[in-house]
């Protein structure tokens, strides 16, 4: 039954009518969504609080000091010196911000709008390209990953044989510049599929009348040539010899001196097992990403301390004959074999916001939440040698950091506050910012009915 109104009468005349108004009307219209906050210029301690540094335990009733964007001390009785600004979050718990180390933040923004993604480039072989360069600081998904706690993500290219550079991005900045903590954090190798489906249009390679894609042979083969090439030019430039600059092959060469790992995406048990044998060959330190199998070859991964980057925590079993939990309970297996790992997001831009419950559903399936919390903090930024600025609550490292109710893997605690490189963050975002706009169209339309 409804009322005149058009409102069910049970409701318009219930006290949860009341309560629907005044939220409503609480609902400021506002007339931004994000804005970008300047560089910290005082020294601000955050006191009182519940303080989870990650690497060096939990410290009750703490503080944190910090200036210039830099943590100055951690721990139940920090020195505050004069003119600092105390902020007093007693009751609070404070976490690193968390690193989503597989994401497309920045460079995808409208699934259905293909001007508005610059994932993948043409071509087979783009070990040149930067996904720092394609950052767009405006992006709305920007907003909702600082509201979910993640402000750090590896912005990473895809597409072809080797998609290019992962770029470490701080989530607070003007311009890509500004954002970019590590331009060049690793290098991306899609493994290709020992079981090749057929189709038409795989860019790179001549299919021939039948339009068949290339064997996986052909395709390793393609790789294993790519590589040595660039090897064959690092080692001319390194002897002085003459020869024409190859932007490719220059981007190569920190991935094969060790200096950046080279993240494999592999997901199979034998595209993992020949992935690391390729890169024994190759002489290269690797992160495999993907991981779907990485437990059916977890001694090898941890007899060679190969890191996995899981990107399917939340998700379906592949197989008719794995159990419904094979995914949730990845992490905790992998665990107790002894593989180092980390949890993303799933690399679209639209999921980096869930980076904190696919950590969480692998604690509710048996990983201890600490060591969820490492996945998605100190592991990621080891992983892609950034741990010397974030990841942790440290003295030295920046001030990266969230104010909470609880642990952020858990949808029901409340990302308050966040900091990074110690900016006071502005913690709106484009959900919020529809939130109070449809407040509003509500408040309006009870006036006229009530």
Not at 335 to 355: D, K, M, P, Q
């Amino acid at each position: 039954m409804t009322s005149r109104t058009g409102i069910p009468a049970s409701f318009a005349h219930s006290g949860l009518t009341a309560l629907v108004v005044a939220a409503a009307l609480a609902a400021p219209v506002t007339a931004q969504v994000r804005m970008t906050v300047p560089p910290q210029s005082e020294p601000i301690a955050l006191s009182g609080a519940t303080i989870h540094t990650v690497t060096d335990g939990v410290i009750e009733n703490g503080t944190i000091l910090f200036n210039g964007g830099v943590i100055v001390a951690v721990g139940a009785d920090v020195d505050i010196p004069a003119g600092t600004r105390v902020v007093d979050v007693s009751g609070k718990h404070i976490y690193p911000g968390l690193i989503d180390a597989y994401s497309t933040v920045g460079i995808s923004e409208i699934g259905a709008v293909g001007v508005s993604n610059d994932v993948n480039e043409l071509g087979d072989f783009n070990p040149n390209v930067k996904a720092a360069v394609a950052v767009n600081a405006e992006s709305r998904h920007i907003g909702t990953s600082r509201s979910a706690g993640v402000l750090t993500t590896l912005t990473t290219p895809g597409g072809g044989l080797i998609s290019g550079l992962s770029s470490a991005m701080s989530l607070e900045g003007w311009s890509w510049e500004e954002m970019a903590m590590e331009p060049a954090a690793a290098m991306n190798v899609n493994w290709p599929n020992p079981n090749p489906r057929r189709f038409r249009g795989f860019p790179g390679f001549n299919f021939g009348q039948q339009g068949e894609r290339p064997s996986y042979e052909d395709q390793v083969k393609e790789l294993k040539n790519f590589f040595a090439e660039a090897r064959a030019y690092r080692d001319a430039v390194a002897a002085g010899e003459e020869v024409r600059t190859d932007s490719r092959y220059a981007a190569m060469i920190p991935a094969l001196d060790g200096d950046i790992p080279v993240v494999v995406a592999a997901d199979g048990a034998a595209q993992i097992n020949d992935a690391i044998t390729w890169a024994q060959e190759e002489g290269l330190r690797i992160v495999i990403r993907g991981g779907g199998d990485a437990i059916h070859v977890a001694d090898r991964l941890v007899a060679n301390d190969i890191p996995v980057i899981l990107t399917r925590t939340m998700a379906a079993p592949g197989r008719a004959y794995e159990g419904y939990d094979g995914a949730y309970t990845m992490p905790a297996r992998l665990h107790e074999a002894g593989v180092r790992f980390a949890i993303s997001g799933g690399s679209g831009a639209l999921y980096t916001n869930r980076l904190p419950w696919e950590a969480g559903v692998a604690v509710a399936f048996g990983l201890p939440e600490e060591e969820a919390v490492k996945a998605v903090t100190i592991n990621a930024a080891e992983f892609m040698g950034i741990d010397d600025r974030v990841g942790s609550l440290e003295p030295g490292k920046q001030a990266t950091l969230l104010i909470t109710t609880g642990t952020p893997l858990d949808m029901t605690s409340d990302i308050e506050q966040a900091y990074i490189q110690g900016r006071e963050l502005d913690m709106m975002d484009i959900q919020k910012w529809f939130f109070e706009k449809y407040m509003q169209k509500v408040a309006q339309y009870l006036r006229t009915v009530i």
